[in-house]
């Protein structure tokens, strides 16, 4: 079982950046693909960004490309993204999730997922 603990959310203005991380636990995530998901009110849960389990591989949702990033530390079981320039369209609660098998999780499945850590962004 892998539990998954984001951090790192909180409020800012628009124009303004926060890094989330999720750290795994109770068994080692180096294999498995990682990703943030974020839902908004009234609204679905959706794929924001992934990383394969090397690292070597990213993908973004259209709207967050060239704002967000994704790394991972496979040495510290966590995976980190840093996003800046935020939008009041970022708020959302974002969610780590994580999968064996990479084109599931783009497809927006997960294997796991974390609690979800709140982003709210003001104009």
């Known amino acids: 079982q892998v539990q998954l603990v984001e951090s790192g959310g909180g409020s800012v203005q628009a124009g303004g950046s926060l890094r989330l991380s999720c750290t795994a636990s109770g068994r080692t995530v180096n294999r498995y693909a990682m990703g943030w998901f974020r839902q908004a009110p009234g609204k679905e849960r959706q794929l924001v960004a992934a990383i394969n389990w090397s690292g070597q591989t990213t993908w973004f949702e259209d709207s967050v490309k060239g704002r967000f990033t994704m790394s991972r530390d496979n040495s510290k079981n966590t995976v980190y993204m840093p996003m800046n320039s935020l939008k009041p369209e970022d708020t959302a609660v974002y969610y780590c999730?994580?999968?064996?098998?990479?084109?599931?999780?783009?497809?927006?499945?997960?294997?796991?997922w974390g609690q979800g850590t709140q982003v709210t962004v003001s104009s």
């Open positions: 999730a994580a999968h064996g098998d990479w084109p599931s999780l783009i497809a927006g499945a997960s294997e796991y």
